[in-house]
């Protein structure tokens, strides 16, 4: 069964840069697409970021255009999301999803990671 575990969040000052990762284990990584999604509290999760199984076809969230980079490692069974010039209305608990339903839009079908906190302040 396919288990999502991500890491890298922490806290940094605004412009700077964070890369979280997205671990899979129990199934090969490479059948699914997977995304990236975040939540600030108070507020609705939202997506962030999505990547096809090829790597070929990618989306972002027009708050994150030109900032955000999602990328995969089929070897390592990873994804990626690198992050530059934060802002702190990027701060939230950040979560990877493999096959979910939409991309931009919440919805719980896929298999979730517990999250990792990103928090951006001065």
């Known amino acids: 069964q396919l288990q999502l575990v991500e890491s890298g969040g922490g806290l940094v000052q605004p412009g700077g840069s964070l890369r979280l990762s997205c671990a899979a284990s129990?199934?090969?990584?490479?059948?699914?697409?997977i995304a990236w999604f975040r939540q600030a509290p108070g507020k609705e999760r939202e997506g962030v970021s999505c990547i096809s199984r090829t790597s070929t076809t990618t989306y972002y969230a027009d708050s994150v255009k030109g900032r955000f980079t999602i990328s995969r490692d089929d070897a390592k069974n990873t994804v990626y999301l690198q992050m530059n010039s934060l802002k702190p209305e990027d701060t939230g608990v950040y979560y990877c999803?493999?096959?979910?339903?939409?991309?931009?839009?919440?919805?719980?079908?896929?298999?979730w990671g517990q999250g990792t906190q990103v928090t951006v302040s001065s």
């Open positions: 129990g199934a090969t990584s490479d059948f699914y697409v």
């Open positions: 999803v493999a096959d979910p339903l939409y991309c931009s839009d919440y919805d719980p079908q896929g298999v």
